[in-house]
């Protein structure tokens, strides 16, 4: 994953641990033709208010951090869902029962996926 990639996937999954979200996976997209990004990060919080909380946290941070705003951010109405667009980096932040329906991490199967540990 290119530098400038890797340290907005970083600073992303920064601000999704500071709100205790888990299940973080990373897709590393580089190399695979036909997609329309260069990462996807996917995570969960366990109700509605924390994901929202989490997509607002990665906002917060990596705004802070890395001067960047997401190009579109959508499902806030009701936040079961939340995705937002950086362009090179997608996030995907979902309640758990979404997150398992839709199955986003098996989308990209010849991806290279990085499973993140959650935080204590």
Not at 20 to 45: H, N, S
Not at 97 to 107: F, Q, T, W
């Amino acid at each position: 994953m290119e530098q400038t990639t890797k340290l907005l996937v970083d600073t992303i999954i920064k601000g999704i641990q500071e709100k205790k979200g888990t299940g973080i996976v990373v897709a590393d997209l580089e190399g695979i033709e036909g997609t329309i990004c260069r990462g996807f990060v996917v995570c969960q919080g366990n109700t509605p208010t924390q994901v929202e909380a989490i997509a607002e946290s990665i906002g917060d941070v990596v705004r802070e951090e890395l001067k960047e705003k997401p190009v579109r951010v959508v499902g806030l109405e009701n936040a079961l869902w939340v995705a937002m667009d950086y362009t090179d980096v997608l996030v995907h932040v979902f309640v758990p029962d979404m997150r398992e329906y839709y199955d986003l991490e098996h989308l990209w199967a010849d991806a290279k996926l990085n499973r993140i540990a959650d935080l204590d």
